[in-house]
């Protein structure tokens, strides 16, 4: 096949698939951090605190898939 | 005297229809001036308001060399939020006094809420050996983001041999940087953890002692007992190796993508949507910057901060 349109099909798939995974996972994240809020509001800030560092640490793998998208479309010729 | 009507947001009707038209027309003439609207309306305003499309690249770009060394547009940032820190700390504690004045009450709050992080994690001890180094890390990469997003970063440009560079860029999204602050964070982990558990902490890592016991065991003649050990022996070797490779390799690598990736996207983002409307709608993902720039600083210090943590607490016996 004509690499160019490889290249760009290559790049949609990679925003279409390789961000569904984090985007799911940030999804569980926010119902278990809401979840154990509901049952203990008390525990309020650590929770709060917690799920925001989780949450940035899947945030990573999105934007692996991200860093491979932008490789591959401005860098490969 | 008669009370003026409390409209939206505390001023009368009149003025308020009047800030929201006006709001209104800029959104429509940044639109119209964008690439959207030049293909549908064709170029009706004049040059002056659309913006050129930008162009993106990844290494960052030599400005000049001193003595042979490249100075790049990412370096000259870099020495801007260094200059800045050490501005800022002289000024908010030239005359420190017990009721704080506005300087150094930000100063305080800034530097509580991460010591307050760091006792929380490691405890009042560890909190307070490891507040230096995590410290850095955060006011480093936080200040890097943050000031990336004044006016004049991105926009400065300058001709050069290789065509128009921009003069600034912001420091995060040069590969060099978040590889330099990981290097610095992974190695002060292994440092910390070598200096409080001495000899231990590498039979972390090279766990022969079960291998030997196995040894021991089969030379005495219990055979069943000593080729037990012996397998257990070699999968905690190999799992001792493979925490080697994580703590060293997996931490740098994941650190310094996880930043570069989130900066480089936000600055991509910021000037696409420059490029696509021009007025009012940026200010919106500014504000994501901003707080995006933020949770990465704090994630990058607290991961520090646990690995320390980690590195520093004594193994359990975690095999009965």
């Given at each position: 096949?004509?690499?160019?349109?490889?290249?760009?099909?290559?790049?949609?798939?990679?925003?279409?698939?390789?961000?569904?995974?984090?985007?799911?996972?940030?999804?569980?994240?926010?119902?278990?951090?809401l979840?154990?809020?509901?049952?203990?509001?008390?525990?309020?800030?650590?929770?709060?605190?917690?799920?925001?560092?989780?949450?940035?640490l899947?945030?990573?793998?999105?934007?692996?898939?991200?860093?491979?998208?932008?490789?591959l479309?401005m860098v490969?010729k | 005297m008669?009370?003026?009507?409390?409209g939206?947001?505390?001023?009368?009707?009149?003025?308020?229809?009047?800030i929201?038209?006006?709001?209104?027309?800029?959104?429509?003439?940044?639109?119209?001036?964008?690439?959207v609207g030049?293909?549908?309306?064709?170029?009706?305003?004049?040059?002056?308001?659309?913006?050129?499309?930008?162009e993106i690249?990844?290494?960052?770009?030599?400005?000049?060399?001193i003595?042979?060394?490249?100075v790049?547009?990412t370096l000259?940032?870099?020495?801007?939020?260094?200059?800045?820190?050490?501005?800022?700390?002289?000024?908010?504690?030239?005359k420190?006094?017990?009721?704080?004045?506005r300087?150094?009450?930000?100063?305080?709050?800034?530097?509580?809420?991460?010591?307050?992080?760091c006792q929380?994690?490691?405890?009042?001890?560890?909190?307070?050996?490891f507040f230096?180094?995590v410290c850095?890390?955060?006011?480093f990469?936080?200040?890097?983001?943050?000031?990336?997003?004044i006016?004049?970063?991105?926009?400065?440009?300058?001709?050069?041999?290789?065509?128009v560079?921009?003069v600034?860029r912001?420091a995060?999204t040069?590969?060099n940087?978040?590889?330099?602050i990981?290097?610095?964070?992974?190695?002060?982990?292994?440092l910390?953890g070598?200096k409080?558990?001495?000899?231990?902490?590498?039979?972390?890592?090279?766990?022969?002692?079960?291998?030997?016991?196995s040894?021991?065991?089969?030379?005495?003649g219990?055979v069943m007992?000593?080729v037990i050990?012996?397998?257990?022996?070699?999968?905690?070797?190999?799992?001792g190796?493979?925490?080697l490779?994580?703590?060293?390799v997996?931490?740098?690598i994941?650190?310094?993508?996880?930043?570069?990736?989130?900066?480089?996207?936000?600055?991509?983002l910021?000037?696409?949507?420059?490029?696509?409307?021009?007025?009012?709608?940026?200010?919106?993902?500014?504000?994501?910057?901003?707080?995006?720039?933020?949770?990465?600083?704090?994630?990058?210090?607290g991961?520090?901060l646990i690995?320390?943590t980690?590195?520093?607490?004594?193994?359990?016996?975690?095999?009965?």
């Amino acid at each position: 096949m004509d690499p160019t349109a490889v290249k760009l099909l290559s790049v949609g798939l990679i925003g279409s698939i390789g961000l569904m995974g984090p985007a799911l996972a940030l999804g569980l994240i926010g119902f278990s951090a809401l979840n154990g809020l509901a049952r203990n509001p008390e525990a309020g800030g650590r929770i709060f605190t917690s799920m925001i560092l989780i949450a940035g640490l899947t945030e990573a793998i999105g934007i692996y898939a991200l860093i491979i998208a932008i490789i591959l479309a401005m860098v490969v010729k | 005297m008669a009370k003026t009507k409390r409209g939206c947001l505390g001023c009368s009707l009149p003025v308020a229809i009047i800030i929201v038209v006006v709001l209104l027309a800029l959104f429509l003439i940044g639109f119209i001036a964008g690439p959207v609207g030049q293909s549908l309306f064709g170029n009706i305003l004049p040059r002056w308001l659309s913006v050129p499309e930008p162009e993106i690249e990844l290494p960052a770009n030599v400005l000049f060399y001193i003595f042979g060394f490249p100075v790049t547009n990412t370096l000259i940032t870099t020495w801007i939020t260094m200059v800045f820190l050490v501005v800022f700390s002289i000024a908010a504690t030239r005359k420190m006094k017990i009721i704080p004045g506005r300087m150094q009450n930000l100063f305080e709050s800034l530097l509580g809420f991460v010591y307050n992080l760091c006792q929380d994690v490691a405890g009042e001890k560890n909190g307070r050996a490891f507040f230096p180094v995590v410290c850095t890390v955060f006011l480093f990469v936080g200040f890097n983001a943050w000031l990336g997003l004044i006016p004049g970063y991105n926009s400065l440009t300058l001709n050069t041999a290789e065509g128009v560079v921009h003069v600034l860029r912001p420091a995060n999204t040069d590969f060099n940087t978040p590889l330099a602050i990981a290097i610095s964070a992974v190695v002060a982990v292994q440092l910390y953890g070598l200096k409080t558990l001495k000899f231990k902490y590498v039979q972390k890592f090279f766990n022969f002692g079960r291998i030997f016991k196995s040894f021991g065991f089969l030379f005495k003649g219990k055979v069943m007992d000593g080729v037990i050990e012996l397998v257990t022996g070699i999968v905690e070797a190999l799992v001792g190796f493979l925490e080697l490779i994580s703590e060293l390799v997996i931490h740098i690598i994941s650190f310094t993508f996880r930043l570069f990736g989130n900066m480089t996207a936000g600055e991509i983002l910021l000037m696409m949507i420059g490029f696509l409307v021009s007025m009012l709608v940026p200010i919106i993902f500014y504000g994501l910057e901003m707080l995006i720039g933020f949770i990465q600083a704090i994630i990058f210090a607290g991961l520090t901060l646990i690995f320390l943590t980690t590195a520093v607490s004594h193994h359990e016996e975690e095999h009965a």
